[in-house]
């Protein structure tokens, strides 16, 4: 799967200010990042999946198919804490031009490491697609151990994770022990650089949105070990980066990119816009990128 090695986006999905998908801006959003990304990355949380519908989803993904004249791979988004839900939403999903499913580590029922494996051994036997593992305890309150990764690593349609615990231990020892074709992908913009120092293969990113050409520059740069000159591509994110998550994802990065013309910041509650101190900060970290 070197087809999606390097840069992911996990794009965002604009909306107009009565709530609808705004398609026009979607495109904009696809142009732009298309400049640098090697995938996308359809349907994540930070395309707020939560508060799509199902015609809606399917509406956003065949979308996306049909206006994307570099033929780059798409990653689709489908997870829960149900896991026969999951399964359900699978089954009722055209998989056409799609590389691969990236499923979420069920949340707020917080299972056993057991009941994670058998949940995801389920979804991979049930997917048409090979399926990439999602692990983020700062949104699921549970924690996808190295242990279990291993487990369902040796699965022949699982092929990857999308490892966001920000543990650097923990994903030194998937790094380890893991089978030589399985992808470890960094979920953490701002680690990305230490990722890949550690065996990752490339980064599913938020600020990619807004800056897919740093991103191109970073990944290449580590992918061919020159981690001083990833490093300073890297450290033109540090000042902005954080406010991406201040008032929560995609709350700053919509903003960012409303600030680049290219969508609206407009949400669905429960997510809101940021308040007025932290777009000052934004509108002064993205100014200081410009100089």
């Not at 009565?18 to 395309?47: E, S």
């Not at 999308?162 to 030194?172: I, P, R, T, V």
Request: net charge positive.
């Amino acid at each position: 799967m070197k087809a999606l090695y390097g840069t992911g986006v996990a794009l965002v999905t604009p909306f107009t200010e009565n709530g609808d998908v705004d398609f026009p801006a979607l495109k904009k959003i696809l142009r732009h990042t298309a400049r640098g990304v090697d995938y996308w990355v359809v349907m994540g949380t930070t395309g707020e999946s939560a508060t799509c519908s199902k015609d809606e989803k399917k509406e956003i993904l065949n979308f996306v198919r049909k206006n994307n004249p570099k033929a780059l791979p798409i990653v689709y988004g489908i997870g829960g804490n149900n896991t026969t839900a999951v399964l359900d939403e699978i089954d009722s999903t055209s998989f056409a031009g799609i590389a691969a499913l990236l499923s979420v580590s069920p949340y707020y029922n917080k299972p056993s490491q057991e009941g994670i494996f058998q949940h995801f051994q389920a979804v991979a036997e049930f997917s048409p697609v090979p399926v990439i593992l999602y692990n983020v305890p700062g949104r699921t309150s549970s924690n996808l151990t190295a242990e279990t990764t291993l487990r369902l690593a040796e699965h022949p349609n699982i092929i990857g994770i999308k490892e966001a615990s920000g543990n650097l231990e923990q994903c030194m020892k998937i790094s380890a022990g893991k089978p030589r074709p399985f992808m470890i992908i960094s979920g953490d913009d701002m680690l990305t650089v230490p990722m890949y120092a550690i065996g990752s293969v490339g980064v599913i990113s938020v600020l990619a949105n807004a800056f897919p050409v740093i991103f191109k520059k970073m990944t290449d740069h580590a992918a061919a070990g020159n981690f001083p000159r990833a490093s300073q591509e890297l450290f033109k994110l540090m000042d902005i980066n954080g406010l991406m998550y201040e008032e929560g994802n995609p709350a700053g990065i919509k903003y960012l990119l409303s600030l680049m013309g290219l969508c609206e910041p407009n949400f669905r509650l429960p997510v809101v816009a940021p308040g007025d101190a932290l777009q000052k900060k934004i509108q002064a970290a993205l100014a200081k990128m410009k100089k």
